[in-house]
C-alpha cells in the first residue's frame, strides 16, 4: 500500500471516531456543554502548575531548557497569529504571505508609544513639555495598535484583493518585507538598534511591580491566554453570523454569490483589517513580555512559519491552526538543539504535508471535500 | 413610466442592447420590455443568447451598446450584487449552489443581502448558541416579541429574521424536510429547488429563472409549473428561459423569441407558436401536443 | 527628491541599470515560461538561482579560478561555470517539478497549494544552504566535507575573481566597465538562444503547443509530461547562466540571495507581460533602470522599494504587463 493509501485509512479511522464523539457531544445538553469547556479552560489555566504532570512534556526539566510558561505564553500568542491569519486564509481564502507585517505593526505601536527608550516618545515629550519620564500607557497602546495594523490591512487590502490568488500571495510577502525594510532604515524606529525597554501593563519589566515581575512568566501566559479565549469567542460569533456565511459563499463561489447580493470586496477587505488587528494585537502581547525588540526579529521566515502554522494545523478550523501553531512553537522549544533546523523543518513539513494531506492535520470538513472532489475530477480526465 | 395594454407598469426595459466579444456578436439589437406581475418566457434554439441576456441584465456582462433599465433606472453595466438589491434574482442553468453549506445556510446567503448590520453588529450582538430549524418557532408569541423588540440586538433580530424566512421559503418550493443536509447531496430535484428558494431569499421584484426544468420528469415539471405561478401569485414577476414548450405555453403571459442573438418574435403563446419565422428556426413541425 | 544626482550623470545610471536589470531579465525567463503555461508562480525558482550561484562558487574554487590567468584561461573559466551552473540550476528545477509539482498536478489541487508547496520547497531549499550544507551536516558527520573551502551559509560568501573590474568604454558623459559589457552582452545572447529553441526547434514546438493548448497538444501526440519537465530545465538553465553573470559581477554570494532578485525578476516577468518571454527581457531591462534612477532620487537603502512599488503598480494598473500576457491553461 502506498503511503496515500495508508493516510486514507488512518482518516477513515479518525473520521468514524470523530463521528462518534460529534454525536455524544450533540446529545448533551447545553449546560453539560458548558461544563466541559469550563474545564477545559481550568485545564488550560492550569497548565503552568508546578504539579502538572509529564514531565517529558515540560520543557523546563531539561538543562538548558526554556522556561514552561515562558514557552506557553510563546503558544498563546502564535496561537492568535495563527486564529488572525486563519481568518484571512482559511474563511477568506486570501493567501497572505505577509502576515509578518502586522505583527511587527503592533510590537512597534506599543514599543514605539509605550517606551521611554523610544524615539516617538522622546520627540512627543520634547514637543509638549512632558517631562522625560512620560510615555503612553500600556492599556492606551493596545487601541493605538489595533487602530494601525486594521488601517494598514484596509490600505494594503484596498488595491490588492482584486488581484488573482498569486499575485495577491507575492504583494502580501513584499509588504512584509517593506514593513521590515522601514524599520530597519528608518530613524524614527531607532533602525537595527531596536527599542528597548518595552512596558508590560505594570510598566516595564522591574522587582517593584505587583504581577508582571522579571522573572516568572506565569501572569503573562494567563493574560496572554484571556486574550486568546476572548478573541476566540469572538471570531466564532463573527463565523455564526452572516459575516461567516458571506465568508463562506465568497470562497464557494464569488461570482454566484454576487448574484446573490454578496458585496464581496467589502467582506474579503473586513477579513483583512480583522485578521490584521488580531496579528496587532498579539504583536502587542510579544513585545510587552520580550521587553525588547529590533527588525531583525519580523523576517520573512516568521511570516512563512506563520502560514505553515495554520495550513499544517488544518485551515479553516481554529481548533487547528492553535494546534498547528502550538506544535510549531513548542515542539523546537522542546528539542532545543534542533531549534536551528526549525526553518528547514517548517519547509520540509510544508512540502510533505501538502502533497501528501493538503487539509492539514485538522481538516475542515469542506475542505477535505472539495480537495477529494478535485482529484476525482482529475482521475476522470484521461489526457 | 410606460404602460402596457393592461395597465401594468412596465418593470424592465431591455432596450437595444448589443453584446460582442471580440468577434461574436452575442447579442444583437435586442429590446422587449417586461410588466410587473406577469411571466415572460424567453425562448429560442441553442446558442441563441438567452443565458447572455440573463447576465446582461444581472450585471455579469456590460452590453457594448444599448442600455437594460430596471424600474426606470439605469442597470446595465452595474456591479451584480448592487444589480441584486435593486432587486433581480436569478437561477442559473447548471447549477450554481454553494456545495459545502447546507441547504438552509444557502438560502440564509440570499436573506443576508436584506441585512443592514454587519460584522460589528455580529461582534456586539448578545451571546447565544447556534440552534437547528426545527428550533426555530414559528409561533408570534410574546416572549418571541420581546426577545425580537428588547432584549436582543438588532443583529441578532435580523439573524433571526433570516432563519424565519429561509425555512418558510424552504417549506415554499417543498425541500424543508432537508434543510439541514449539505447542499451537494441533495437530489438533484431539491437542488434546482433550492436555487429558487435561494433567489426568493434576496427580496427581489424580477426573478428570472434560467431552464429551471432541466432534467426534470413530467410529474416533477407539473410541479414546477405549479410552483411558478405560486411565485407569482406571491407578487413577483418572473421571467423564465425554458426548453420544454408544454411548461412555457402553460404558464407563461407572454414569449419572447430569440435566435442567432437576435428578437425573432414576440407576443402570446397561441401568436408565437403560430409564427412563421419561429417554426421555422425552432419548432420545426408544429407538433399536435405542444 | 535628488533630481541632481540623478540627471547630472543619466547616461551613467542608465548603464548600471541595464547590466543590473539584464540579470533580472534571465531570471525572469523561468518565472515567466512556468507561469505561462501552468498559471503557477514557481517561488522555488529563486532558490534555482542561488543554487546555481552556489554552483559557481563551487567550480571556480575548485578550479582555482583567478583573473590574473589570461582571457584564454578566463573563458574556460566561465564557460565551465557556465555549463555547471545550468546543470546544477537546471537540475533542481526538475528535481522541484518531479518531487512536488507533479504530485498536485496529478491531483489538480488547487493553486493554493502550489503556492503554499512552492514556498515549502523554497525555504527547504534555502535552509539547505544557510544552515544544513554549512553547519548541520557537520553536526552529524563532522570532517567529511569542508564546504566550499571557505565560510558561507548565513554568512556572505566571496568568490574568486574572474574578471577584473576595468573600464572599457569612456564616452565622456559615461563609462562602461567590462563587467557590464559582459553581462548585457550575455544575457543577451542567452536569450536569443533561448528564442530560437522556442521557434525553430522541434521540442520548441512542443512546448509553444502545451502553451496554447495542452490537451489539443495531447492528442497531436505531444508528450505533455515531457514538455512541462523541459520548460522547467529550461527555466533553471537561464537561471544558471544568470548565476555565472551574478557572480562575475558581484563576486559573492549568500544564502538567500535568491529572495530578491527573485521578487524583482518576477516583477520584471509581470511589467513585461507574463508569459512572454520578450517582455521578460523587457521587462527586466525597464526594472534595473528603474530601480537605480529610484535609488538615486532617494537614498540608495530605499532600491528594493522601489522594486516593490512597481510591482503594486504593475498588479494596480496594468496587470497584463506592457507586452501583454500570453497564457496557457495547462493545469493538470
Same mark, same amino acid.
Given at each position: 500500500m502506498t503511503v496515500t493509501d495508508k493516510l486514507e485509512e488512518a482518516d477513515q479511522k479518525r473520521l468514524k471516531i470523530r463521528k462518534k464523539v460529534v454525536d455524544r457531544w450533540r446529545a448533551l445538553k447545553p449546560w453539560q456543554r458548558w461544563l466541559f469547556v469550563a474545564a477545559g479552560v481550568f485545564v488550560l489555566y492550569a497548565l503552568?502548575?508546578?504539579?502538572?504532570?509529564a514531565s517529558f512534556i515540560r &520543557?523546563? !526539566?531539561?538543562?538548558?531548557?526554556? #522556561?514552561w510558561s515562558g514557552v506557553l505564553f510563546l503558544c498563546a500568542v502564535y496561537a492568535l497569529v495563527a486564529i488572525g491569519l486563519n481568518v484571512v486564509?482559511?474563511?477568506?481564502g486570501l493567501l497572505d504571505l505577509g502576515y509578518v507585517g502586522f505583527f511587527a505593526i503592533g510590537a512597534y505601536s506599543v514599543a514605539l508609544f509605550?517606551?521611554?527608550? #523610544?524615539p516617538v516618545v522622546k520627540a512627543l515629550q520634547a514637543k509638549f513639555n512632558?517631562? #522625560?519620564?512620560?510615555?503612553?500607557a500600556w492599556a492606551i497602546c493596545i487601541p493605538i495598535a489595533i487602530a494601525f495594523t486594521m488601517l494598514s490591512g484596509v490600505l494594503l487590502g484596498?488595491? &490588492?484583493?482584486?488581484?488573482r490568488g498569486d499575485y495577491l500571495a507575492i504583494v502580501t510577502m513584499g509588504f512584509g518585507e517593506i514593513i521590515r525594510i522601514i524599520a530597519r532604515n528608518s530613524d524614527f524606529t531607532n533602525a537595527t538598534l531596536g527599542i528597548n525597554n518595552i512596558p508590560g501593563p505594570e510598566g516595564?519589566?522591574?522587582?517593584?511591580?505587583?504581577? =508582571?515581575?522579571?522573572?516568572? @512568566?506565569t501572569p503573562w501566559y494567563w493574560m496572554a491566554l484571556t486574550v486568546v479565549l476572548l478573541l476566540v469567542v469572538a471570531v466564532r460569533r463573527l463565523e455564526h453570523s452572516r459575516v461567516g456565511r458571506a465568508w463562506a459563499a465568497v470562497r464557494e463561489d464569488e461570482d454566484a454569490a454576487a448574484i446573490m447580493g454578496v458585496h464581496g470586496f467589502r467582506f474579503k477587505l473586513w477579513a483583512f483589517a480583522i485578521g490584521a488587528a488580531l496579528g496587532g494585537m498579539s504583536g502587542v502581547l510579544f513585545a510587552s513580555r520580550q521587553g525588547y525588540i529590533d527588525p #531583525?526579529? !519580523?523576517s520573512l521566515v516568521l511570516s512563512i512559519t506563520f502560514v505553515a502554522m495554520v495550513v499544517i494545523g488544518g485551515s479553516g478550523n481554529m481548533m487547528g491552526v492553535a494546534l498547528g501553531a502550538v506544535l510549531l512553537t513548542y515542539l523546537p522549544e522542546r528539542f532545543r538543539d534542533f531549534i536551528d533546523w526549525r526553518p528547514f523543518m517548517v519547509g520540509v513539513a510544508l512540502v510533505v504535508v501538502m502533497v501528501?494531506? @493538503? %487539509?492539514?492535520?485538522? @481538516?475542515s470538513r469542506r475542505r477535505a471535500r472539495e480537495l477529494r472532489d478535485r482529484a476525482e475530477e482529475a482521475e476522470a480526465v484521461n489526457v | 413610466m410606460s404602460e402596457s395594454p393592461n395597465g401594468r407598469r412596465t418593470l424592465l426595459e431591455v432596450d437595444n442592447v448589443t453584446l460582442r466579444f471580440g468577434g461574436v456578436v452575442?447579442?444583437?439589437?435586442v429590446s422587449f420590455n417586461l410588466h410587473e406581475g406577469e411571466i415572460l418566457g424567453l425562448i429560442g434554439p441553442n446558442g441563441a443568447g438567452k443565458t447572455t441576456c440573463f447576465n446582461v441584465m444581472t450585471g455579469v456582462y456590460k452590453p457594448t451598446d444599448g442600455q437594460v433599465r430596471f424600474d426606470d433606472q439605469q442597470i446595465s453595466g452595474k456591479k451584480p450584487f448592487i444589480i441584486n438589491h435593486m432587486g433581480i434574482a436569478r437561477t442559473f442553468q447548471n447549477i450554481r449552489l =454553494?456545495?459545502?453549506?447546507t441547504a438552509i445556510e444557502n438560502v440564509m446567503v440570499g436573506a443576508d443581502s436584506?441585512? &443592514? &448590520?454587519s460584522v460589528m453588529g455580529a461582534l456586539f450582538g448578545l451571546p447565544r448558541y447556534k440552534r437547528r430549524p426545527h428550533e426555530i418557532s414559528d409561533s408570534n408569541s410574546v416572549l418571541a416579541w420581546l426577545q425580537t423588540s428588547f432584549l436582543i440586538s438588532r443583529h441578532k433580530r435580523e439573524e433571526l429574521d433570516g432563519e424565519h424566512k429561509a425555512l418558510e421559503l424552504l417549506r415554499f418550493v417543498g425541500?424543508?424536510?432537508?434543510?439541514?443536509?449539505v447542499a451537494r447531496n441533495l437530489p438533484y430535484g431539491y437542488q434546482r429547488r433550492l436555487e429558487i428558494a435561494r433567489a426568493l431569499a434576496t427580496g427581489p421584484k424580477l426573478i428570472c429563472l434560467d431552464e429551471?426544468?432541466?432534467?426534470?420528469n413530467p410529474a416533477e415539471k407539473a410541479d414546477l409549473l405549479q410552483l411558478i405561478k405560486k411565485i407569482r401569485d406571491r407578487g413577483y414577476t418572473v421571467l423564465l428561459i425554458e426548453h420544454d414548450m408544454r411548461l412555457v405555453m402553460g404558464v407563461t403571459d407572454r414569449i419572447v423569441v430569440l435566435e442567432f442573438g437576435r428578437k425573432i418574435a414576440e407576443g402570446t403563446p397561441d401568436e408565437v407558436s403560430r409564427d412563421p419565422k419561429v417554426i421555422a428556426a425552432y419548432l420545426g413541425v408544429p407538433d399536435e401536443s405542444a | 527628491m535628488n533630481f541632481d544626482a540623478l540627471f547630472s550623470q543619466l547616461g551613467q545610471h542608465t548603464i548600471d541599470g541595464l547590466s543590473k536589470g539584464a540579470i533580472y531579465a534571465l531570471v525572469a525567463l523561468g518565472y515567466t515560461l512556468v507561469y505561462g503555461v501552468l498559471?503557477?508562480? $514557481? =517561488?522555488a525558482h529563486s532558490e534555482v538561482f542561488m543554487v546555481g550561484t552556489f554552483a559557481v562558487l563551487g567550480a571556480w574554487t575548485v578550479m582555482g579560478? $583567478?583573473?590574473?590567468?589570461?582571457l584564454g584561461m578566463v573563458l574556460v573559466y566561465v564557460a565551465v561555470a557556465l555549463v555547471v551552473a545550468a546543470l546544477a540550476s537546471g537540475g533542481v528545477a526538475l528535481a522541484v517539478e518531479r518531487i512536488a509539482y507533479r504530485p498536485l498536478r496529478k491531483k489538480n489541487a488547487p493553486s493554493l497549494v502550489f503556492l503554499i508547496t512552492a514556498i515549502g520547497v523554497s525555504t527547504v531549499l534555502m535552509e539547505t544552504f544557510g544552515y544544513v550544507l554549512d553547519r548541520g551536516f557537520s553536526a552529524f558527520a563532522p570532517g567529511t566535507w569542508n564546504g566550499f573551502g571557505r565560510p558561507f551559509g548565513r554568512v556572505i560568501a566571496g568568490m574568486p575573481t574572474?574578471?577584473?573590474?576595468? %573600464?572599457?568604454?569612456?564616452?565622456g558623459i559615461f563609462t562602461i566597465s567590462n563587467r557590464q559589457l559582459i553581462v548585457i552582452l550575455g544575457a543577451v545572447a542567452m536569450m536569443l538562444a533561448l528564442d530560437l529553441f522556442i521557434n525553430r526547434t522541434r521540442l520548441g514546438r512542443g512546448v509553444r503547443a502545451v502553451a496554447q493548448d495542452p490537451d489539443t497538444a495531447a492528442l497531436m501526440g505531444v508528450n505533455k509530461d515531457r514538455v512541462i519537465m523541459l520548460i522547467f530545465v529550461l527555466g533553471g538553465a537561464m537561471a544558471g547562466g544568470a548565476a555565472v553573470l551574478y557572480g562575475l559581477k558581484l563576486g559573492n554570494t549568500v544564502f538567500d540571495v535568491g529572495f530578491l532578485i527573485g521578487i524583482k525578476a518576477f516583477t520584471a516577468a509581470v511589467l513585461g507581460g507574463i508569459g512572454n518571454l520578450r517582455g521578460a527581457l523587457l521587462g527586466g531591462l525597464l526594472l534595473g533602470v528603474i530601480e537605480v534612477y529610484g535609488a538615486t532620487l532617494t537614498k540608495s537603502s530605499w532600491e528594493d522599494v522601489w522594486a516593490f512599488g512597481v510591482l503594486v503598480i504593475v498588479l494596480m494598473f496594468? @496587470? %497584463?504587463?506592457l507586452l501583454g500576457e500570453s497564457l496557457g491553461r495547462a493545469r493538470a
Open positions: 503552568p502548575d508546578n504539579r502538572f504532570p &520543557t523546563d !526539566f531539561s538543562e538548558g531548557g526554556a #522556561s486564509i482559511g474563511l477568506a509605550g517606551s521611554l527608550d #523610544s512632558l517631562g #522625560s519620564e512620560w510615555a503612553v484596498w488595491p &490588492t484583493l482584486r488581484l516595564p519589566a522591574s522587582m517593584d511591580n505587583v504581577i =508582571f515581575r522579571v522573572i516568572d @512568566p #531583525s526579529n !519580523f501528501l494531506k @493538503p %487539509t492539514g492535520l485538522i @481538516p | 452575442a447579442l444583437n439589437e =454553494f456545495p459545502e453549506m436584506r441585512h &443592514t &448590520t425541500i424543508a424536510d432537508r434543510a439541514n443536509e429551471p426544468a432541466a432534467g426534470f | 498559471r503557477l508562480i $514557481n =517561488f579560478a $583567478n583573473a590574473e590567468d589570461g574572474v574578471v577584473q573590474n576595468k %573600464t572599457v568604454l569612456d564616452l496594468r @496587470p %497584463t504587463g
